[in-house]
């Protein structure tokens, strides 16, 4: 039987990218966090990520794990992020003040109604943000999680698997793409 979910996506990072391989296992091995946030988290990271092998493993071992509703719910945070991403950077990084006074005027509903605990769709919100570099963002879903009363330990936990994600998508592209 051929390896599926974490187990294959461990197997297929290279040599080189021996600490990813480990941090995988560790990182979403030893939260303490509940698996719904981690594996959540996984799933959002990797589909901001971008890579297909990293998308389809860490989906299919997310799915061993969650729900498939909780699954979903993970999957329309990288969607609406990868759109809030863009815009609320684009408007730090343009640096004229008069553009924050704009209303974005996009859809984003599933933020108030994510099907998921609030706490939970939050820091998956966060662990994207850290994907995809947009400083607003980390700090408008931190200061929201914080107020919730979610721990350091657990925002910590959620950037761990943003960077372990991020980086298994970022090696299996390199290997990739040197294989086409």
Not at 81 to 109: C, E, F, T, W
Request: hydrophobic share 50%.
């Amino acid at each position: 039987m051929p390896e599926v979910g974490l187990d294959a996506l461990r197997a297929a990072l290279p040599e080189y990218a021996k600490d990813t391989r480990l941090n995988l296992g560790s990182v979403l091995g030893t939260s303490q966090a509940p698996d719904q946030q981690v594996w959540g988290a996984a799933v959002a990271c990797a589909i901001a990520a971008g890579n297909a092998t990293v998308v389809r493993e860490i989906v299919a071992e997310a799915l061993d794990r969650l729900k498939p509703e909780v699954v979903d719910a993970a999957k329309a945070a990288a969607s609406v992020m990868a759109m809030n991403n863009v815009y609320y950077r684009a408007k730090h990084l343009i640096g004229d003040d008069a553009y924050q006074s704009l209303p974005a005027r996009l859809r984003m509903s599933v933020i108030g109604r994510p099907g998921v605990d609030k706490v939970d769709f939050e820091l998956w919100c966060l662990a994207v943000s850290a994907v995809n570099g947009c400083g607003t963002c980390l700090e408008s879903h931190e200061r929201t999680l914080r107020e919730a009363g979610v721990s350091r330990d657990t925002v910590h936990d959620a950037l761990r698997v943003a960077s372990v994600v991020a980086a298994a998508a970022t090696t299996l592209a390199a290997e990739e793409a040197l294989t086409a």
